[in-house]
């Protein structure tokens, strides 16, 4: 008698996020991805299947156009997110590889053969909590790093900012990852910055950090980080459209980022986001709202020149999508930002879920060590903006003038 052994799968892990329809079936194990709870978003999946090594297995994700009507506008001439892209795939836990999957209007499927008794597959490689615990120890392994607890999430959270470079009469930079959880690769970028921020011998790191403060929000949105939640925060709204007039009890980790940033000043932001459709790493400046001029223009041609020279990665001439909206949607954290600190470059970045179209790399697309590598280059850019930013109480257009 052969005993069959059913494939198990599993979403009870860290950022976990799958529903089984019937997983009995190596041959077609049939899965849905869930939405964030009351939104129509679809985007976010992470499981673990065990159970099938060296069994070939095909893996069908069912209704995922429903999905489809919460994409951004303007998208029409985009590819949608399940086309010409798969999950990526750890067998150890810590390597991802891509495997190609196809998409024929409703389901998403993908086809390969475990090595190991399990196996996880993602939508992009989870970055968990205990990521982010990880990154604050290390940054605080450096006694020069600060750490202050801004405020707390819906569920108690701690939203957790490190300064480097802290001290009064520098540029104030910011950056601020993850405020839609799925969007993991911000996690990964300050992986990299990290590894030059804190490496004594980094000396573009270094005088970085000498001539300006950086405050870093680790995670903008721990609860849907943990839930494994695609844009929502535990309260279900989305935490990119609640900066006009952030509500305390559905928004409270905007509240805290925006009070922390009003006491500090900003001089500089990045907004690291990631999106499911573009084939490109995306930067784009506040332009649209009021008090955008010519100085902030030249401020945001540095920054991208600068990081375009550090990265190939980062390539000039992706527009945005459609064009950008004449109209500043100010409940949008970059644009808030933008309005709110007239003189501020606030840059929102967009990394992809599927590759660039300049360098791609076919065995993992867009992957960690990808977002990590190109982290370690936002330095470059960061120290190139600095003596073109105009910080408050101190006139530095004739410096930015003299720097070219
Ligand atoms: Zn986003």
């Keep these: 008698m052969t005993i069959k052994i059913a494939p198990r799968v599993t ?13 009995s079936d190596p041959s077609a194990i049939r899965l ?16 673990r299947l065990s159970g099938l090594r060296g069994v070939p297995t095909t893996v069908i994700f069912e209704d995922t156009a429903s999905g ?29 590889r891509r495997v190609p999957a196809s998409y024929d209007g409703e389901t998403f499927r993908f086809s390969f053969t475990p090595t190991r008794d399990v196996v996880q597959i993602a939508k992009f490689a989870p970055f968990g909590p205990e990521r982010d615990e990880a990154l604050l120890y290390r ?21 957790d900012m490190v300064t480097f470079g802290a001290g009064r009469g520098k540029p104030v930079l910011w950056i601020v990852t993850r405020l839609h959880p799925s969007e993991t690769q911000g996690g990964f970028l300050l992986e990299g910055l990290w590894d030059r921020l804190l490496d004594p011998a980094d000396g573009a790191a270094r005088v970085l950090l000498e001539r300006a403060e950086l405050n870093v929000v680790i995670n903008g949105n721990p609860d849907g980080s943990a839930l494994g939640l695609s844009r929502s925060n535990a309260a279900g709204v989305n935490l990119n459209r609640m900066w006009e007039d952030p509500d305390p009890e559905k928004a409270p980790e905007v509240v805290a980022i925006r009070e922390a940033m009003l006491s500090r000043g900003v001089d500089f932001s990045l907004d690291a986001h990631a999106d499911q459709e573009l084939r490109c790493n995306f930067i784009w400046p506040s332009e649209n709202v009021p008090g955008w001029n010519a100085d902030r223009a030249h401020q945001f041609t540095v920054f991208e020149d600068a990081w375009a020279l550090a990265s190939p990665d ?14 500043p949607r100010l409940s949008m954290g970059w644009n808030w930002i933008g309005a709110t600190f007239p003189k501020s470059l606030s840059v929102l970045l967009e990394q992809p879920f599927k590759d660039i179209s300049s360098h791609p790399v076919a065995e993992t697309g867009w992957c960690p060590a990808r977002a990590r590598d190109f982290g370690r280059s936002l330095v470059t850019p960061m120290l190139a903006v600095l003596p073109h930013l105009a910080v408050e109480g101190a006139d530095r257009t004739a410096a930015c003038r003299a720097a070219g």
């Design 11 to 23: 979403a009870q892990i860290p950022s976990g996020r799958i529903e089984v329809i019937d997983a």
């Design 32 to 47: 849905r991805v869930p939405s964030d709870p009351g939104t129509p978003y679809i985007s976010w999946y992470n499981f």
């Design 68 to 96: 489809l009507v919460a994409r951004h506008g303007n998208r029409a001439g985009y590819e949608d997110q399940w086309t010409n892209t798969g999950p990526l795939i750890s067998e150890d836990g810590a390597t991802w």
């Design 139 to 159: 940054a605080l392994s450096n006694p020069g790093v600060r750490h202050r607890q801004i405020g707390q999430s819906v569920q108690g959270r701690p939203i």
């Design 314 to 327: 980062y390539e000039k001439g992706h527009p945005y999508p459609g064009g950008c909206p004449k109209e």
